[in-house]
């Protein structure tokens, strides 16, 4: 079993490695003068079980095409059996043709993500569970359920907790955490009228007097969960926490939620922390490694990945 990291999470892939006991594969991801990307693995992989460990975060066609290349080497250098492990897989929110004459970028990257050499993928709470279905291999799709409920019921022990869906699509994601903390559901009624811009028309369900625990997959520019917070405090709740899985924070997110009633926000390492990030009072991490660990560790065996969550 070999574990080659590329450049968008580095510290993510040193801390699976280190917790499945096994050194990075010795390889270079660098580029040319022109920017363009050069691979070279300078260790024996025939025969090998290879993970690549690449979030496509951030400058997102970079890393991107940092995992392409890096799966056409190892499918060159004679690998057994290549896994990419993507654990915030981006363009994610274009998995359907939003608007005439718009593409399904989610399925462009599915293919090239296969024919570059994956021979199967690794990801983590997909931004809409289809997309398992975009790709024609096998596709493990872990979820930060556990690890959130865990979280919350450390912190907020004794709490008259209330969890809710930031918008109707994130309901079933919700509802999981819910059942697991066995508390009422609420959900956010949201319009969206262009991207990145949310509006919060209504609050579904009596969070009077509630802890509120907003449950999402992505942040990106913040609105949806600032506005969220807002709309939640005006309608009685005591307090609104939010757990996030891909903290993707653009633009100016981080001093968004620095001003939004979030008393708490935490987020998954899917993708590296910014200074602004690592610096906020209210914006905390949780490590995914041990989860991504166990799970690279059932693949190598032939395993039951799925079993992690029953």
């Known amino acids: 079993m070999k574990i080659v990291a590329c450049n968008s999470n580095r510290p993510l892939a040193q801390a699976v490695a280190d917790a499945l006991g096994i050194p990075l594969t010795n390889a270079s991801v660098r580029r040319f003068a022109d920017m363009e990307v050069f691979v070279e693995i300078h260790e024996n992989i025939r025969g090998e079980d290879v993970f690549v460990i690449q979030s496509t975060s951030f400058p997102a066609n970079d890393h991107l095409m940092e995992l392409l290349i890096t799966l056409d080497a190892l ?17 994610a ?47 493990d799709n872990l979820y930060a359920a556990p690890l959130f409920a865990r979280d919350i019921q450390d912190r907020y022990a004794g709490r008259e907790l209330m969890v809710v869906s930031p918008d109707v699509g994130g309901v079933v994601r919700a509802r999981a955490i819910a059942q697991r903390l066995n508390t009422d559901l609420a959900i956010i009624d949201k319009r969206r009228p262009q991207a990145g811009v949310s509006e919060v028309m209504n609050v579904i369900g009596d969070v009077s007097g509630r802890d509120c625990i907003v449950i999402d997959d992505i942040i990106d520019s913040g609105g949806t969960h600032c506005n969220a ?3 939640l405090i005006k309608n009685g709740a005591r307090s609104v926490s939010v ?29 590296a922390a910014t200074d602004a990030v690592r610096n906020s009072n209210n914006i905390r991490q949780l490590p995914i490694a041990p989860l991504l660990a166990e799970a690279m560790r059932r693949i190598s065996e032939e395993s039951s990945v799925s079993s992690l969550f029953c």
């Open 229 to 231: 917070a807002e709309a």
């Open 75 to 91: 499918r060159r250098s004679s690998a057994r059996r290549v896994t990419a492990v993507v654990p915030y897989f981006g363009y």
């Open 93 to 139: 929110r274009q998995d359907r043709k939003s608007s005439p004459r718009s593409p399904i970028s989610a399925k462009l990257v599915a293919n090239l993500i296969t024919q570059a050499g994956a021979d199967r993928v690794l990801t983590m709470d997909l931004h809409a569970g289809q997309i398992q279905g975009f790709f024609d291999i096998p596709v």
């Open 243 to 271: 757990y996030v899985t891909h903290g993707v924070f653009s633009g100016g997110a981080v001093a968004r939620v620095a001003q939004a009633p979030i008393e708490s926000m935490a987020v998954t390492d899917t993708i």
